[in-house]
């Protein structure tokens, strides 16, 4: 791994690398102002109460967020360029949730600098988002 992160020539299939984060109300707060997504399930325990949620729930992006720093952060890491994500969501994430986002790399096309990630978040080792995406890293030659 280099300082700008992994380069295709130093990945494998089967590594995997993961970030855990506990979501606050804050976190859903802030995602909400800086997303625009003012759904009241998010935001109002009134109106989410009934619901079939029947408590305020984190919005599906912020999870799929953590996806997000996995692959820009660690796994390839820096350099990385997120090409596309295809995710589906399982379970509510809620306050206080501990999630794990974790991407293991499925297929690497060195020629093309392209490498293939199934991704998932978990909470209390249950998927609550299952996925894969597709991300271009960069090579040794450049």
């Not at 660690?74 to 949730?97: E, N, T």
């Not at 609550?128 to 890293?137: C, D, F, S, Y």
Request: contains cysteine; hydrophobic residues 40%.
């Amino acid at each position: 791994m280099s300082a700008e992160g992994y380069f295709i020539e130093d990945l494998s299939v089967g590594q995997s690398d993961e970030f855990t984060k506990t979501v606050t109300e804050k976190e859903i707060e802030l995602f909400a102002e800086v997303s625009g997504d003012n759904n009241p399930v998010h935001l109002d325990a009134e109106y989410a109460a009934g619901t079939m949620f029947k408590e305020r729930i984190a919005h599906g992006m912020l999870s799929a967020g953590f996806i997000s720093a996995v692959i820009g952060t660690r796994l390839p890491g820096p350099g990385a360029i997120y090409m596309s994500q295809q995710m589906r969501f399982k379970a509510p994430v809620k306050i206080g949730d501990v999630v794990t986002a974790r991407c293991t790399i499925t297929d690497i096309n060195e020629a093309r600098r392209r490498v293939t990630l199934e991704t998932v978040c978990l909470v209390d080792g249950k998927a609550v988002i299952e996925g894969e995406a597709l991300v271009m890293v960069p090579s040794k030659s450049g």
